[in-house]
């Protein structure tokens, strides 16, 4: 049962995409290994077993297509709601053809619908949805979906300053590294520029940097929310789990004074659209929001007042505090240029988090030092040829302890990935399909974790 849910789930039109990608970078590696027929693994002549395929110092030669191009990289950099994306969204539109990649699948979606709308037809991939549109030039993608073969004419990374991100990172560095365009514009925190810059002294690219101020204020509270009771039309409460999002709805609907629309990561597009529809409709009823920090990342939403019901969060390892970066994208929600507050205010439910909410809002990011990697297929692959009898969990594994990097990388934490590579090793699958599965295991958590019930081992 649980081998058939996961060859329907890997078969799905997700996985196929990046299949011909790989095809080719593995035919450029900087070894020049000519490895064949390469995913007709019987027939492919073995590496040589004195290559260390763990020395992961030159990723910028993973990308030959990239590597092909001498690139214009524009860095919109700026504090939230400055409009570093809708200027790169609207070169990306005059483009003949484009890529946009962004850390979540709703902003994937929304960009997908506002190109389409401006008739500029797009097709919409995410780990989870690939709606074509015919004759598109264009692609709306999350950034795990990027495709580093293609040539475009101009290609967008949202956030880029995730490329620090201990998880997933790693998707960022290989857009920033790979995506073969004439035109590369990278939105996000200054926090990033120095790194980026050093990161991309070695492809030939040439970078200008372009300086965003803020298009509205931003007025951090003195005072706490202190209870529901005192929530307003136009306030968003921020949480960090479904059922804290459910539990507070619940809590202030039974005021009796407002309705609440909820927003989260995983809800599907179509639900996650009407509920923000209906928060932003002056006229409807739903007049508060209750969200996931999956609105700091560039949603633009008719929200008046951030309220942080805390700013602690477990991010899957451990309880943490918010990030400074963190806390200024959610707080950069409020009062969006061009909704119907024209100042966006913020503060805490309790009165014990506000010290560090003002601290955050008015330091800098601390700047980016080093970017998330992680070994293409190509390099396991050609580990695995040396080690045949080793499967993924072994593989991913030796690769995580042993990997040589450059001072400006850190190898991606993929402790979940081994869990679900774990799993993966007993199905009968291809190497590369495990892999792909267990990039992308972010937005397939929830299967892994099913499985892992069933599989009180791991
Ligand atoms: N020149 C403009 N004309 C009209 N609307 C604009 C303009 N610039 C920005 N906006 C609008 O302002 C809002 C914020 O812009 P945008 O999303 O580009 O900001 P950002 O700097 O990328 O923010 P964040 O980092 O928070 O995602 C959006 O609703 C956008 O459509």
Redesign the pocket.
Known sequence: MVALLLRRRISASSVSSTLVNDKVELCHLPWKLRLGSLFGYCSISRPAANIDFTDLTCPHTWYPSARRKKRNVYL?V????????????KRLESCSSGIYCGPLRLLAWEVAKRLNKAKVPCDLITGQERETVDGAQHKSVTVEMADVTSDYKCAVV??IQMLGCKTRGFSFTRALLGLAADELHL???PAAVPLIEEILKVTGDTIKIQH?ER?SPLVPLKVPLGSFSNIRTGDCIVTFSRQKIYNMKKEIESGEKHLCSVVYGSLPPVTRTRQATMFNDANSEFDVLVASDAIG????LNISRIVFSTLQKFDGFEMRNLTVSEIK?IA??AG????KFPVGKVTCLDADDLPLLHSSLKSPSPIIEQAGLFPSFDLLYMYSCQHPKRGLYHILEHFADNSKLSAKYFIANCDKMLKVAAVLDELPMKLHDKYLFCIRYHLIVVFAFFFCQIHPSL
Do not use: F, I, V
């Not at 990342?297 to 633009?300: A, D, P, S």
């Open positions: 919109h700026g504090p939230t709601n400055s409009g570093k994306t809708y200027n790169a969204l949202d956030e939105c996000g925190d965003y298009l990342m560039g949603l633009n994208q950069g929600r969006r240029y061009g909704s």
